[in-house]
């Protein structure tokens, strides 16, 4: 199976999403370890209770950003996973850290990239009048909410949505489109070449969910 880190800073639902899908046994990926940048990130405890070693990395405990990503990059060498997933991880890595692990490192994003990238997606989505809301699993390149798509699953917009039904509504897709992005990059189906991602034996369509 392949060696997995999550990295999260907040409640954890999607770190949560790949820790049940992982516990199945068919599942080519195990999730051996949870690093947060946020002490009080509640996903934090949920790792906890599965039994799950958890790690975090506070910014302010660090003089600077390399610093920082220096330890999380320490602690990684240590932990030597084959991929990291960056789960509601509301930090931007650095072109040096991306680089040490090129290829390995996946995002999800609560909107269909690369419409929306970055905060208040939601509210953006809604301001343009969008009919259809999404999420989008992506190997992690330099910027924000970028690089090549593994995976997406779109939901409608509904008349009366506000940000926040709106997120709960992509929520629920997020949770069954990173365990199936997951599983194909774990499988070796999914890959990055030359800044693109390539399907290997599978037909792209398994990476939509709708
Ligand atoms: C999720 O909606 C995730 O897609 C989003 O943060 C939320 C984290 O929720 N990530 C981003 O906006 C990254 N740009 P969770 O902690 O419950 O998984």
Known sequence: KKKVVVFISGGGSNMLSLAKAAAEPDFPAEI?????????AGGLAKAAALGIATASFV???????EEHEAAILAELDRLQPDIICLAGYMRLLSAAFINRHAGRILNIHPSLLPLFPGLYTHQRALEAGMKLAGCTVHFVTEGMDDGPIIAQAAVPILAGDTPETLAARVLTVEHKTYPLALRLV???????????????GVCDASGALI
């Open 186 to 200: 774990s499988e070796g189906k999914v890959t990055m070449h030359d800044g693109r991602a390539v399907s290997h």
């Open 59 to 65: 910014r302010k405990d660090f003089q600077s950003k």
């Open 32 to 40: 051996i370890a949870v690093i947060s940048d946020k002490a009080e």
